[in-house]
């Protein structure tokens, strides 16, 4: 899931969430907007059951992908498009 919420000027902050144990480990959030660097927005437990990450964007496209414990990537069905190159989103 893909929670969106737009700030102040032309930034807008999005969530990425995901269920606490699927995958189970530890779950980041890589794309464009970090250098596709593992680590940097790690997905945080949640006491309704659910693990997220907030991140700002500015206006343009996005692309990402999840990286879970054991080198797995997922891809989010709740981003603007997937193709081979993994989510994107359209902010």
């Known amino acids: 899931m893909i929670k969106r919420n737009k700030l102040?000027?032309?930034?807008?902050?999005?969530?990425?969430?995901?269920?606490?144990?699927?995958?189970?480990?530890?779950?980041?959030?890589?794309?464009?907007?970090?250098?596709?660097?593992?680590?940097?927005?790690?997905?945080?437990?949640?006491?309704?059951?659910?693990?997220?990450?907030?991140?700002?964007?500015?206006p343009g496209e996005h692309r990402f992908r999840y990286l879970a414990t054991g080198g797995v990537w997922l891809d989010d069905e709740a981003a603007d498009a997937v193709d081979e190159q993994g989510s994107r989103l359209l902010l």
């Open 8 to 58: 102040f000027g032309n930034q807008t902050r999005v969530t990425f969430c995901l269920p606490r144990d699927t995958p189970p480990g530890t779950v980041s959030v890589v794309g464009c907007f970090n250098d596709w660097q593992p680590g940097r927005h790690e997905l945080v437990a949640r006491r309704d059951g659910t693990r997220t990450v907030t991140v700002r964007l500015g």
